[in-house]
């Protein structure tokens, strides 16, 4: 999730054109490149009759079956194996070929049928009846460019690359889930659609997913993500907003008039900079949360001389789709209009083919059922309704076209380390929430199905 996510000054101060197939951080790695080397394969093979089981799910009994299910011996190595290689080897967005490697083989040694690829790298898993209702779990796959400064014995591998946002546990998880449904699939009521997404943090891969049909007969997602501000193994959302919107923007200010530049770019500059603050407290509702702020300004390094032009760029935030698009508005009316006044001429660039996420907000029966399924499976001291925050995720898109919910699973253990929040070097989880993180998934998977099935599936 883009909780720090930051423009870089490099994309700021370029003037190349940006490509929709890199990461919006400044890396420029074709898809083409050799890989460094496969995943290593998991230590043992699967023993397929424990995962099975013949019970039928009673009124009391399917919480009971289903953590049992992902709490077994085999079970924890299993999903833990998936995460650690994933760590070994992060993979930047549109850049996740041996995650979703991995995804892939992992699926075929359990059985389940999957489509790819999607979005280049995405994977989309079926398990169920082939019928509606079809519910989606959603896990993104992509890394940050960050270099781990954790020392453990799965450190990352790569120079430089780190999942350093916990994508690599939301992929072992939905792998785990996947598990558990293909055991319990003939209790199924319905089809549960297995979303395994790239380029969450830069490129908006939703977005391409929508686009490639991974939503096709789909009635409602859920997505999780990991938290270090929740303890262990519980549960948090909400209902309504969750996460703001977030949006980046690159001014350009330029002297449109050769003949004025001794007024033009920098007071120009200076005068757009203060009139950006002024948009959020003089405009905006004090009761609706927004930011805008500007966080770099590049002209010259010639100190006697005015400089034709002067870069401006900076990020917003909201709460609401309202408040989101009127900021979006706002700031290139200030910056286009103010430049004019000072006998200059602007031209902003809000990147949203690559980099400009809504607002997310939960659907309030899909908020509902995450509460219920986290208080029957993990009990009331389980579950935390959480506070909005200022973080961002492109889950919105899918949330844009059908009702879905967003959740955290709390991964904060002091004893492990796991203290330090997402985007950070140190980042890490505590992996005892791996199973519990699956069998979740599971579950509220099962229980949609189940309370919304349809007459003859």
Partial sequence: MSIALLLPLALLLSSCSYSTSLSHFDEDIPLSQPLLSPFPPPPYKVNTTCITTTSSVTKNGWKEEILQTAKSEEAVKWVKAARRSIHEYPELAYEEIKTSRLVRDRLDEIGVGYRYPLARTGVVATIGTGRPPIVALRADMDALPIQELVEWKYKSKVEGKMHACGHDAHVAMLLGAARILKAREHLLKGTVKLLFQPA??????????????????????????????????????????????????????????????????????????????????????????????????????????IPESVILGGTFRAFSNNSFYQLRQRIEEVIVTQSKVYGCEASVDFFEDESFYPPTANDKFMYEQVKNVAVDLLGPGNYNEAPPVMGSEDFTFYSQVIPSAFYYIGVKNENVGSVHLGHSPYFMIDEDVLPVGAAFHAAIAERYLAENKRAGS
Avoid: W, Y
Wanted: with cysteine; glycine share 10%; proline share 4%.
């Fill in 200 to 305: 969450e943090e830069a490129g908006i891969g939703a977005k391409r997913m929508i686009e490639d049909g991974a939503l096709k007969g789909v009635e409602a997602i859920f997505a999780a993500h990991v938290s270090s501000q929740e303890q262990s193994s519980v549960i948090g959302s909400r209902p309504g907003p969750l996460l703001a919107g977030c949006g980046f923007f690159k001014a350009v200010i330029q002297v449109a008039n050769p003949d004025l530049r001794k007024v033009g770019t920098i007071l120009a500059a200076s005068t757009v900079v203060i009139s950006l603050q002024n948009l959020v407290s003089r405009e905006a509702d004090p009761l609706d949360s927004q930011v805008v702020s500007v966080g770099m300004v590049n002209a010259t390094d010639l100190h006697g001389m």
